[in-house]
């Protein structure tokens, strides 16, 4: 079982950052794949980015490769997700959520919804145009 709690969103300009952080309760962290997701109003949810157990696998979306940052520490239960130069667009709730899947090797990932069994609450992140 995992406990996952968002926070860090916010309010921010267009071309800011915020840093969203998931800190989880558990004993199966440090075995997650741990992700973040988004969801716009209307639009279904989508990956953002992802990161291996160890963390040395990261995997971005397209669209945010380049600006965000995903990290984790084992150590504190947390994983942490950088937003640079941020777009409107991407106003959205940001989702933490973890896969306890078995994978064959540190560098797999998956970045569909259905395989993360543990999800937090999310946290509201607004781009002002």
């Known amino acids: 079982q995992v406990q996952l709690v968002e926070s860090g969103g916010g309010l921010v300009q267009a071309g800011g950052s915020l840093r969203l952080s998931c800190a989880a309760s558990?004993?199966?962290?440090?075995?997650?794949?741990m992700g973040w997701f988004r969801q716009a109003p209307g639009k279904e949810r989508e990956f953002v980015s992802a990161?291996?157990?160890?963390?040395?696998?990261?995997h971005y979306a397209d669209s945010v490769r380049g600006r965000f940052t995903i990290s984790r520490d084992n150590a504190k239960n947390t994983v942490y997700l950088q937003m640079n130069s941020l777009k409107p667009e991407e106003t959205a709730v940001y989702y933490c959520?973890?896969?306890?899947?078995?994978?064959?090797?540190?560098?797999?990932?998956?970045?569909?919804?259905?395989?993360?069994?543990?999800w937090g609450q999310g946290t509201q992140v607004t781009v002002a145009s």
């Open positions: 990161v291996s157990r160890t963390g040395g696998s990261t």
């Open positions: 558990g004993r199966t962290f440090s075995s997650a794949v």
């Open positions: 959520a973890a896969d306890v899947s078995w994978y064959p090797s540190d560098s797999y990932y998956n970045s569909n919804t259905k395989t993360y069994a543990y």
